[in-house]
């Protein structure tokens, strides 16, 4: 499974556009990448996922480049309730989720 | 459509105590998963179930089992209960397929297992 990494934590203000960005060089060809959101006592709830190119939901979009060894989460307007972990998770053909230690993102009014 | 529902919420054991939880799938959703959360640890799989049939399990001893029943519901055991075991478990169901990441898991609200 690849591996990812993630800043350990961000911080912005309620309005602002906030871009987490994911490393994961060693992605395999059929891998996925996958980003889930956790707030504090709750299980992580899926946010997006994408193969290539770019993702667009009602929440996020997501960024992935050609070569696909990164990606980049893109939450538009923050607000204080976007306060929590946000993991990126690769891999395929996987009947496990394999998270790392996520970024904790910190919005202040 | 119902979400995925972990039973108990909260428990507290003693030490060398046994506890089974339970987690009830979306309907439709053949696959279940556990995790275990800590703080220091983070989100750690312990293993997947789909169609009653155990296909992956994660780097968790034997005293950490599970099973899954014909109408996908599943159990988690810990037998031999240690301090270290204190944790948020989390169950997650998801459709599964080939391509199991194509496919998106969704997490119950965890049962808070402390022990004494």
């Known amino acids: 499974l690849a591996k990812t990494t993630q800043p350990i934590s961000m911080d912005s203000y309620e309005g602002q556009e906030v871009n987490i960005t994911c490393s994961h060089n060693n992605i395999a060809t059929n891998d996925y990448i996958t980003w889930y959101q956790q707030f504090p006592s709750q299980g992580p709830r899926f946010i997006i996922q994408g193969y290539k190119t770019k993702v667009t939901n009602e929440v996020a979009s997501l960024f992935i480049p050609a070569d696909r060894k990164s990606s980049t989460l893109s939450l538009p307007r923050v607000s204080l309730s976007d306060t929590a972990v946000y993991y990126c998770?690769?891999?395929?053909?996987?009947?496990?989720?394999?998270f790392g230690t996520g970024t904790r993102l910190q919005v202040f009014p | 459509k119902a979400g995925v529902t972990q039973t108990p919420r909260y428990l507290i054991k003693t030490r060398g105590q046994q506890v089974t939880l339970s987690c009830s799938p979306i309907s439709g959703h053949r696959s279940v998963s556990w995790y275990q959360q800590t703080p220091g640890q983070g989100l750690q799989f312990l293993f997947e179930y789909f169609s009653e049939t155990q296909r992956n399990k994660g780097n968790f001893p034997g005293r950490f089992s599970g099973r899954q029943f014909s109408n996908s519901r599943s159990e988690m055991n810990v037998s031999t209960l240690e301090l270290g075991d204190s944790a948020l478990y989390l169950c997650a169901s998801s459709l599964a397929g080939d391509r199991i990441n194509s496919y998106e898991q969704y997490f119950g609200p965890g049962t808070r297992l402390t022990v004494t």
């Open positions: 998770l690769v891999g395929t053909n996987t009947d496990k989720l394999i």
